[in-house]
C-alpha cells in the first residue's frame, strides 16, 4: 500500500486527493447494496465482520452469501448495452433510450464494446465500480486483506472494470498499481486480471482533452494522466517489478493509447527516465 502516483512531474497528486475526488463523485444517497457491504468512509458491513471476527469470518461470509451479487454465481457473463442502461436508469421508473447522437464523446455507449463482468451492474455503486474497486480505493491494511480474499474466492472479480463514465475501464488492477499495492497485483494477475486493460475515463485524460471540445495538441498535463494500460501505470509510478510481471503476463510495451503514446512515451511524459 502507498501513495497513488502522477505521471506529470508538474502535477503531484498524492492518494489523499485522489480519494476525495472520488468520494465526491460518489453519491452520499445512493443506497446501492455495495456501499452497505463497503464504502469510501471505510466502513460497511464487511468491514464490521472483519473488525469482529478477522479473515475467518469474512471468508465465510463471502463464500456463503456473496455469490448472489455475481453473475452465474461467480463465473462471470457477457454484458450488453441494455445490462448497462439498467444501471444508469436505475433511479427511474422507466429506462431512457439515448440517442446515440446526443451521446457526450466521453459517454461509455458511444464506445460500447460487449465484455465480461463478475460483479452485477445492478450492485454496483454510483461510480459504476465494484465492492472489489471499492477496497483497494479505501487503501488501508484490512481493506487490503479483505480484498485478497475476495479474490481468493471469487477470481473472477479481477477483470472487471470501472463502467461509469469519468473512470471508465479503470480495472482492480490499474488501482493497485496506482496505489504501490504490489501483492494484491500479484493476486490480480494470477485470477486473470486483463493486463491490456484501457482506463479511458475523463478523469484520466489531460486537462485540455476534458472538454467537449478537447485541444488539437495537448501538453498531457493533468490530475491522473498515466497512459491507460496498466503496464503505462506501472513505468509512471517507477514500479520495476510490477512492471516486468506485467511483462511476463503479456503486456505490450508498444500498444498506443489514444494519443498514440507508447511506454517510453510515457517515461519522457513523466519525466521517469
Known sequence: MGNICSCSSASQVNAGSILDRVISQASDEDQCILYRLA????????????????QIEVEQLIKTQFGVFMYALGKGQVINRAEYLRWKFRDLDKVVLPIEASLSRFDPLAQWNDHEACWQMQYRGSLGETLLHVLIICDTRSHTRIARTLIKCFPRLAIDVVEGEEYLGAGALHLAIAYNNNELVQDLVEAGAIVN?????????????????????????????????????????????????????????????????????????????
Open 197 to 273: 486493460q484501457r482506463a479511458i475515463g475523463s478523469f484520466f485524460l489531460p486537462k485540455d482533452q476534458q472538454g467537449q471540445i478537447p485541444a488539437k495538441n495537448t501538453d498531457y498535463e493533468g490530475l491522473a494522466y498515466l497512459g491507460e494500460y496498466p503496464l503505462a501505470w506501472a513505468a509512471c509510478c517507477a514500479n520495476e517489478s510490477v512492471y516486468n510481471l506485467l511483462l511476463d503476463s503479456g503486456a505490450d510495451p508498444d500498444e498506443q493509447d489514444s494519443f498514440g503514446n507508447m511506454i517510453l512515451h510515457m517515461v519522457v511524459v513523466g519525466d521517469k527516465l
Open 39 to 54: 464504502n469510501y468512509k471505510k466502513g460497511g458491513e464487511l468491514i464490521d465482520a472483519y473488525n469482529r471476527g478477522g
